[in-house]
């Protein structure tokens, strides 16, 4: 499942792209101008969604089926539907128009979803991280123990072509005077190519512990692994085609897990106020 969700995506980005495409250059040249309006309405929204989400990732979840764009997608296909039957308009704009609305569905409710994702059973609050080692910015190997001598928050993002995770990075980047005067550390860890979490690292330059999990090993320990998770073709720039569940893991003083968020959505992640109210009720740090 997971591997045909990998092409989908690739090929859904193209395809909406296309449509959007299409159906503005129909509008300019003026021809069925209602009928490709509403293929517009179904291609262009969600579009635009992704656009900004992948241009400037700051953003770091969104709602979990997208209701309005929904609506718009509906009113979309009915309009084009309605211009073919009435006006004789070609039947090309409905049935794009039906294409890029079924597609994001399929984006929406079953790409966006881990598959009613279930907590791992070697995440277990009240204990400690079972072991895996990881690589921090300059090849040393990092244990689960050293990363837990403190209290810890514990993301595991995806990789840096994830423009969620890197807002999701970019919103803890933004705490991090308050999260380092707590005596928090923040540990980003992530199965990408380890030149790129050198990069991140050089990039933001905050005392955070950016680790590279070779070959998903990490990311297997903790059952949170995400066999053929990568989209098809950034396998070109270097990734592997197995990926990590985005997750969060807090732990204390004693170095035992706190709280977890396992989300089952890609785009729903908790912020970091969350974080900060765990640390605090959970008496890890005083003042959060």
Known sequence: MNLLKSIFITFYLFAIIGIAGFSGWMLYRGSDT???????????????????????????????????INILGIAGVTLAAWTWQQQGASFIAPALALAAWVDFLLYAYWFSTFGDRQSSMKLIVGTKLP???????????VSSKQLTDRPAIIVFYRANWCPLCMAQLKELVARYKELESLGVRVAMISPQPHENTIELARKYNVNFDFLTDR????????????????????????YDNDTVLPTVIITGRDGKIVWTHETDNYRIRPEPDVYLEVLSRHGVVAGA
């Open 34 to 68: 209602l009928a490709w309006l509403g293929v517009m309405l179904t291609a262009g929204p969600i579009l635009s969604v992704i656009t900004v989400l992948m241009t400037f990732k700051n953003v770091a979840r969104t709602s979990a089926h997208f209701p309005l």
């Open 131 to 141: 072991h895996f080692t990881v690589l921090d910015t300059q090849g040393n190997t």
């Open 215 to 238: 070959g998903n090993a990490a990311a297997r320990a903790l059952g949170i692994e995400n066999s053929n998770g990568t989209p098809m073709g950034m396998q070109a720039f270097g």
